[in-house]
């Protein structure tokens, strides 16, 4: 059983089953191996296995059972051939730009990334000599004009956070192959159940498992997929170094949420559309960001390059101050204020004062997110008892 190919099965199929190996004990749910490190049959086994020459585990840092199960799981549902596990989604961002690009090599990124992304290209990607630039999300141009001979890595989010603006991953990956560059994918907001972007060409793919794939809200956690070379060898021999590495237990969570994504993002996307219409016609909000929405400038991109919609919501405020965005949110009961997203619980974001809140002033403009910008993650409840927490909080 443990040796079937899973590219051979459906999603459905691959999300419960895939990367298993189960022990001698006939466990049926995955065991969560909690040791640090593994014991050698012998001082020559313990050498041979610590150069590579031979198979088994070493050490919790590099080498676990219960990361490599979520690892094989995670790349069977993204198509791709390697997956590492890390401790968050930064980590998983930190390892591959630290991992893959040599010094003065430059990345451009889409503008409108996740606050910590931003933050971490601008502040310390470029400290260690490796410039970056932004580039419109939606602009092929603007992308290609960004373009010089040191390039190395093209960098998406998309749809992006919190604006839900879209990339066209096949035409960005046509530029990143002819301008001898990667195309990393940030899949967080789809999940492979919406979008697959190495099918479309794209090189890496990476996660916060701690949004859709845990899907309850318990664990922080990451990963990048790709090729062999890249991912199973350059990137995991940064982590066996640095250490930025997943717990066992995380990884058994993420194991548990990928049997349930794709249905849970069913929900997801149901809900938020609902929402999304919902909202469109409310005279308390003035513009709603969903790819869901005929409206939405990206509508017919959405549906080549993406099975669903997306759970999240975003929408301005009729009146758009920032008092008017706080006082919507304190009036609401049920929503969780919070920035996490992905989540069983809906929750409510502000995120030019949160997750947006350390970019200057200009950098927020630039990326559109106003103060009277309010994020909706969409999450299992019933939506009509999501609609009338948002309308308790409309009708003050
Ligand atoms: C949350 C998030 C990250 C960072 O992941 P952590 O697990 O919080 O470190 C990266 N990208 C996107 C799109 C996110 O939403």
New binding site residues.
Partial sequence: MNTLDWSDHDFATAAVRAGHQRSNEGENAEAIFTTSSFVFDSAAEAAARFQNNAPGNVYSRFTNPTVRAFEQRLAALEGGESCIATA????A?MSTCVALLAPGEHVVASSGL?G??SQFFKKYLTRIGNPVSFAQIDSIDDWAARITPQTRMLFV?TPS?PLTQLADITALAALANESNALLVV?N??CSPVLQRPLELGAHLV?H????FIDGQGRC???AVVGDKKRVGEDILGFLRTAGPTMSPFNAWVFLKGLETLELRMQRHCESALELARWLDQHDAVSKVYYPGLQSHPQHALCREQQSGFGGIVSFEVAGGTRERAWQIIDNTKMLSVTAN?GDAKSTITHPATTTHGRLTDQDRADAGIGQGLLRIGVGLESVADIKADLDRGFSV
């Fill in positions: 968050s989604g930064m980590a961002i996740f910590s992304t989010e956070n940030d967080c907001f990476i916060s498992a701690t949004k922080v956690g990451g997203l």
